[in-house]
């Protein structure tokens, strides 16, 4: 759907959009704006700069956002950037939050131009000319008047590259995986492989502390304007930027300790409780006493129909399919860990007002939706209780994560990330093609191999269907159980859409090949039953491997000599009690080797054994 028939469609319902300043106000009749026409116009925001109203109120921030005095001290970081320097500072020298992006560019390729571009957009944005460091023991933003980009190109047509498209992957993996000083910079590189005269890859490899998901759309789209400007000896046609991302830092460390931000923070204190739960998943291998981020990714299509059957599960609960997929995760996650409380962290853009919209930075916030989810609840009722912890979340997204953990001070534990250990990001959005001048453009997965968080499971919204990602900590999980989770999420995904009132602790999660396996290859225990009774099999066995250890219990190890001449003694025994057949003997014994000997010594008299627990109780035993 198009912006342009989306406000046709709101204008349609009696929705009315009023400009606030540099911001818009959604109001509407009552009983308009439900629940589900609240989240499509949120997940259309970055586009409408819409802040809804809750009974008629706006929720436009009380300080405006305006550049800061050049002439003051270097400015401080944003909360965002704060936390990515104090992470680097602990595990300095990884590529853990690099950001690399690449486009295939075929045609013929001005790299003249392509410098002049890249020049072009970094003049425009202070954050890719920005350093840090440290002043009164905090961090600052030191930014740079100007800063040439280094493009180098690097060529693979030699002839001694045979396997050109394998030995690109391995450069890009290995440039992507190259990391930045933050102290030093510069914190945004690119690099050009030339794979043959038509045909290059341009990478360019960002840190987080300056980039996000949204920044990507920004800076390819405005390097293709400005190229295509070059090539034809024009200005490129760029919006102007009424503020810089220092600006918003200085704007942030004042707003965030207005009452309106002070009450939302108060909210999260109370929705998210003095103890929060850490999600205990199996693992593969035992976790350490760190963090590590060693990474791997796994992926996976559902299908067009599907998705459109998710989406109508939602709608009768008016949830979106944002909602349902993250009832699914906290669904799966209760199954594989047994809790019923699920911490599930969500980025979201965080670019509410019409000065960032074109800002490349690190503006991304998290927020933590805490899912309780118990076994004998339905899925419809799990996804309105999703829909609810959404809704609040949303509406208290102005707090970043890392006041947020200040303010609720979960357990400290170097080895997991604070309030949650899985992320779930959606993408409704399809990411767009640069248009350059007279060139083929495709995008290029790169990949720096690094797992932020236990797992991030990564959904992208297509004509075609979802795609999800799973990234997934190879320290702890093995490829082939990352694997079965996302199978085991798209086997829920069809059982949900199928049957919304089941309980959730019944769902189906198997994928047939895996249930087939469990179920009943597994359980293919079928033998041939020796003939003969149990004592004459012992004894037989005792004639053959008499040294061998027919017994191994924490009272004693006996061979089937050992078991044989024990067992005889306890038959003759009996005998002289007069058991025989047709009789039946108790043992009231703890398991072990002592109970065998008795077993095997009542069957050789020919009567039956009871056993009977010594824990039972006295009136039971007698």
């Not at 030339?194 to 490899?205: F, G, I, K």
């Not at 989810?373 to 912890?389: A, G, I, P, Q, Y």
Request: proline residues 6%; charged residues 25%.
């Amino acid at each position: 759907m198009t912006l342009q028939s989306f406000l046709a469609e709101l204008a349609a319902l009696g929705v009315e959009l009023h400009r606030e300043g540099e911001s818009l106000r959604a109001s509407a009749p009552p009983g308009v704006l439900t629940a589900d026409l609240q989240a499509r116009i949120r997940a259309r925001k970055p586009e409408l700069l819409v802040h809804l109203a809750a009974n008629g109120q706006g929720t436009a921030a009380p300080l405006p956002l305006v550049p800061r005095d050049r002439l003051l001290d270097p400015p401080p970081t944003s909360f965002d950037q704060q936390r990515l320097w104090y992470l680097d500072r602990l595990e300095p020298g990884t590529a853990v939050y690099n950001v690399p992006t690449a486009q295939r560019l075929r045609g013929p390729l001005d790299v003249d131009a392509l410098r002049v571009g890249l020049d072009t957009v970094v003049a425009r944005h202070e954050a890719l000319r920005t350093r840090f460091d440290v002043a009164d023991g905090n961090p600052v933003q030191i930014i740079s008047d100007r800063l040439a980009t280094e493009l180098l190109v690097l060529d693979l047509t030699a002839p001694a590259t045979e396997d050109r498209e394998a030995a690109l992957q391995a450069l890009l993996a290995r440039e992507a995986a190259t990391p930045f000083d933050l102290a030093a910079g510069p914190l945004f590189r690119g690099r050009l492989v030339r794979v043959a005269d038509d045909d290059h890859v341009l990478l360019l490899n960002v840190h987080h502390i300056v980039f996000d998901g949204w920044s990507y759309d920004l800076l390819w789209a405005e390097l293709a304007e400005a190229y295509d400007a070059t090539v034809k000896g024009r200005e490129p046609d760029l919006p102007d930027l009424p503020v810089q991302y220092a600006d918003y830092a200085v704007w942030q460390r004042e707003w965030i300790e207005t009452p309106a931000v002070r009450r939302q923070l108060e909210y999260w204190r109370q929705t998210l409780g003095d103890d929060v739960p850490v999600l205990e998943l199996p693992t593969d291998r035992p976790r350490g006493a760190t963090q590590t981020f060693g990474g791997g990714v796994v992926r996976r299509r559902i299908d067009a129909p599907l998705k459109s059957a998710l989406s109508a599960v939602g709608r009768q609960e008016q949830a979106t399919l944002f909602m349902v997929l993250a009832a699914a995760l906290a669904t799966l996650l209760q199954r594989h860990a047994r809790q019923e409380r699920i911490m599930v962290g969500t980025p979201i853009a965080n670019r509410d007002r019409e000065a960032t919209e074109r800002l490349i930075g690190l503006f991304l916030n998290t927020l933590v939706l805490g899912i309780d989810v118990k076994s004998h609840e339905t899925f419809r009722t799990v996804l309105s209780r999703v829909r609810d912890v959404c809704l609040g979340a949303f509406e208290h997204r102005d707090v970043p994560f890392e006041r947020l953990v200040e303010a609720v001070q979960p357990k400290r534990d170097l080895s997991r990330t604070p309030l949650f250990q899985v992320l779930f990001s959606f993408v409704e959005t399809p990411v767009r093609s640069p248009d350059f001048h007279d060139l083929v453009c495709e995008r290029i997965d790169v990949s720096a191999s690094a797992a932020r968080t236990d797992l991030t499971f990564m959904v992208w919204s297509t004509e075609e269907g979802l795609d999800v990602g799973l990234e997934y900590n190879a320290d702890l999980f093995d490829r082939a159980s990352a694997e079965g989770l996302l199978s085991r999420f798209e086997v829920l995904l069809r059982s949900v859409a199928e049957q919304p009132d089941a309980a959730v602790g019944r769902i189906p999660l198997l994928p047939p090949a895996e249930r087939q396996r469990v179920l009943v290859e597994w359980n293919r225990t079928e033998a041939p039953i020796p003939e003969g009774a149990v004592h004459d099999l012992v004894a037989a066995r005792c004639r053959v491997q008499g040294d061998a250890v027919a017994v191994l219990g924490e009272d004693a190890t006996l061979t089937y000599g050992d078991l044989e001449r024990r067992a005889n003694r306890v038959a003759r025994h009996l005998a002289t009690l007069g058991i025989g057949r047709k009789a039946i003997v108790g043992i009231c014994a703890e398991r072990g080797a002592e109970m065998v000997v008795a077993l095997l010594g009542i069957l050789k008299t020919g009567a039956a054994y009871l056993p009977l627990d010594p824990d039972f109780p006295g009136e039971r035993l007698r």
